[in-house]
């Protein structure tokens, strides 16, 4: 069965985006952003590991309107040319009921996304769309990078949950800038 994994950059206050989907606090999405190199090619690493990739609309919108023509783009680095090609080629779901097109090895979903998730899971081989994995127990693992911001509200990397998540740590490391990453495993 397949492990599906969260994980997204978090504000220290919860938030992976502050008020009006803003970004910049964490070095943004896009080809333009300088998040630390070493932060960088651990995310870079991560989608190039990544057996399928769950995106929202929101996600999907930021991550698509950059990362396909990044590498193409007037003074792209070697690790930018790096991940847009992983990008692209990591095989990706978006689950959206407004979304009509998608493209880069990118299949839309715009039915039940629980439903689809349960499946995908089984199958060998966004912040409302986590929540729902996250209120239905399918979360396996939660890679948080905690950057040290305050920004007080917009989109919460958490949930309200009806029932208690008990979780494991299974790694803890520190980038430049005071940026943290924690993983946590579900226990089951």
């Not at 729902?132 to 990397?157: K, Q």
Request: glycine share 10%; aromatic share 10%.
């Amino acid at each position: 069965m397949r492990k599906l994994i969260f994980g997204m950059n978090v504000t220290l206050d919860g938030y992976i985006a502050a008020t009006g989907d803003d970004l910049g606090w964490s070095g943004g999405e896009g080809p333009d952003s300088s998040p630390s190199d070493e932060l960088f090619q651990w995310w870079s690493d991560r989608v190039d590991a990544t057996g399928l990739a769950l995106y929202g609309r929101k996600l999907w919108e930021t991550m698509s309107s950059s990362w396909p023509t990044a590498d193409k783009q007037p003074g792209a680095t070697p690790a930018v040319i790096e991940f847009a090609g992983r990008w692209r080629d990591m095989p990706k779901v978006v689950f959206s009921s407004t979304t009509s097109t998608v493209d880069w090895n990118t299949r839309l979903v715009t039915g039940d996304a629980v439903t689809e998730i349960t499946r995908l899971k089984a199958d060998d081989g966004g912040a409302t769309l986590a929540a729902a994995a996250m209120r239905a127990g399918l979360i396996d693992e939660y890679a948080i990078v905690t950057h040290p911001v305050l920004v007080g509200g917009g989109t919460p990397f958490f949930t309200a949950l009806d029932n208690w998540v008990n979780l494991t740590l299974v790694e803890t490391r520190t980038f430049p800038g005071g940026v943290v990453l924690t993983r946590y495993e579900t226990r089951r």
